[in-house]
Structure formats: structure tokens, C-alpha cells
């Protein structure tokens, strides 16, 4: 399912939040104003951590894409689910059963941490904290129940919040030997998707059914989940709030609350060269 033409001529990749939203889930005005009229040439695909159904809401309230269907394709759930144009359903890669399972086992090892377990549209919660429970209500997340044991089918990615970024750090080094993606998202946020499954290797996926996979990206993210699209970028931004490692591999970082995030990205995209790299593959 291609895009009608004619192709763009770069693809923006942009996370969501603590790149385009601030902690306050506000998009600077200048980006609004910019997402509302994106120059022409470039396709605009939103790479994020978060479901279609937290992402959407969290858009509309900054009045960005208040349609119906979102009308761009995107990587979501760190490319556990991707979507054409429209919201119509490109792929989905769930976490297998055995793994999901020991991510349920960990959860009652770490009791103070909340857990939500994620399929293509619901979310179902374990261990409820009142940090968590803000953190679910604060990303628009539509968690339908809780979890007492059986998981739903076809889980394709959990979170674990705590406000303690020790308890973290253990859970993580508790996960070493998970077969599973294991990334932080926010400093609060540590993320499970199955193994191979990045934000990157599912953007590519896409814009080979988009045939937009000889286009140029850049792409704008602040956590460990970005990093895969940073690899595959002709050019990589961070906002200068973005995690140590981000920042480190950002080819260049951004003070966001002065001016907004894509006023220099388009500064970039305006230099291109025709004659400029395609996008490298993503390692799989």
C-alpha cells in the first residue's frame, strides 16, 4: 500500500514524549503551528512508545491531527504495531507467551512498580500504584482491566513505572537474561517488546510497504528506544532534556522550550542534498 504520489522527499520520524510533548504533555507553539502546515516534500511519521489509542488524544488537545483517523502512517508501542495512513493496520508483533509470562512473574517480584500490559488497543494493569495510576491517566491510556494471573492474547509490549529510579535499575538487571527489547522510555519508564522489535526495524518494515524505503530520515527522539532510529538517520536531533546516552549520539541537540524542536530540523531538511546516502537497514 504505497502513498499517492508525488513521493516525498524525506521521511520525519519524531517521538513523542519528552521530544515533541514536554512533561506537561504540551506541544511548543511554534511546532504546532508547523505540524498544522508541514512544508511540502516531507512525510511526517510518528515514532512513538506509546498505543494509537494514548498517542491520538495527546495530539488533539494541542490541536494537531484532530480528524477522525490519524492521517499519517506511524511506528507504535516502540514498533511492537504499525499503521498506514488512516489508521489502517500494517503489522503487529506480540511478545511471545512464555515471555509474557515471566514479565508477569517479575511484576510480583517488584510490587512497588506498576505494570501494563499492552495488545493493539487495550491495556490491562498489574500492581496498581498511585504513581502509576497517575502515569496511565496521564498518557490517555486505556486500561480496561487488571491482571490477577491469565494474560490477555497477543500481549505486544509492557511498561513498568516507578518514581525510584533504583527500583529500575534492579528490575532491569533482573531482566538481563529476558528474551525481549529492554529499553527506558522516560527516566520512570522501562519498556518489554519482543526480541528484534525496535522502533527502527519496524519503521523500515514500513516504508517498504509505503515504497519510501530509499528515502532520507531524520529523526528527533530523547530515549533509549530512539536509538535504533538514530542508526538508521541521515541526521539525528534530541531535545537537550534527553537521557546521557541519547545525547551522546545525537548529531545535534535541540533547547526545545526556547524555540520549539522542528524549526532547526527543518533547517537541516532545507540543506539536503539530492545527492545524499539512503537510509541505512536496520540490524535485525
Do not use: W
Amino acid at each position: 500500500m504505497g502513498l499517492a504520489s508525488p513521493q516525498p522527499l524525506v521521511i520525519l520520524c519524531l517521538d513523542m514524549d519528552g521530544t515533541l510533548l514536554d512533561a506537561n504533555e504540551q506541544v511548543h507553539p511554534n511546532d504546532v503551528r508547523i505540524l498544522q502546515h508541514l512544508p511540502p516534500g516531507i512525510q511526517l511519521i510518528l515514532t512513538t512508545g506509546r498505543p494509537l489509542h494514548s498517542a491520538k488524544p495527546a495530539l488533539q488537545l494541542n490541536g494537531i491531527f484532530q480528524e477522525q483517523k490519524l492521517p499519517i502512517p506511524g511506528v507504535f508501542m516502540n514498533g511492537g504495531v504499525a499503521y498506514y495512513p488512516n489508521e489502517q493496520l500494517c503489522l503487529e508483533i506480540p511478545l511471545s507467551p512464555e515471555t509474557g509470562q515471566k514479565i508477569y512473574k517479575l511484576s510480583t517480584r517488584f510490587p512497588d512498580s506498576e505494570f501494563v500490559f499492552f495488545t493493539v488497543s487495550e491495556a490491562y494493569l498489574a500492581n496498581r500504584t498511585t504513581f502509576g495510576d497517575q502515569v496511565v491517566k496521564d498518557h490517555h491510556i486505556n486500561a480496561v482491566g487488571e491482571i490477577s494471573g491469565d494474560l490477555p492474547d497477543k500481549i505486544i509490549k509492557v511498561m513498568a513505572f516507578n518514581d525510584d529510579p533504583h527500583e529500575l535499575e534492579k528490575m532491569r538487571r533482573a531482566t538481563r537474561h529476558l528474551n525481549a527489547e529492554i529499553a527506558y522510555s522516560l527516566p520512570y519508564i522501562i519498556e518489554f517488546n519482543p526480541p528484534g522489535v525496535t522502533k527502527g526495524a519496524t519503521l523500515f518494515q514500513l516504508m517498504k510497504e509505503l515504497a519510501l524505503e530509499n528515502r532520507p530520515i531524520f529523526a528527533a527522539g530523547d530515549g533509549e528506544n530512539d536509538l535504533s532510529l538514530f542508526a538508521m538517520a541521515k541526521r539525528s536531533f534530541a531535545p537537550d532534556s534527553a537521557r546521557p546516552t541519547v545525547l551522546a549520539q545525537a548529531d545535534q541537540i535541540i533547547p526545545r522550550n526556547k524555540n520549539g524542536l522542528l524549526l532547526p530540523i527543518l533547517e537541516q531538511i532545507g540543506s539536503l542534498s539530492a545527492n545524499d546516502d539512503y537510509p541505512k537497514r536496520p540490524e535485525m
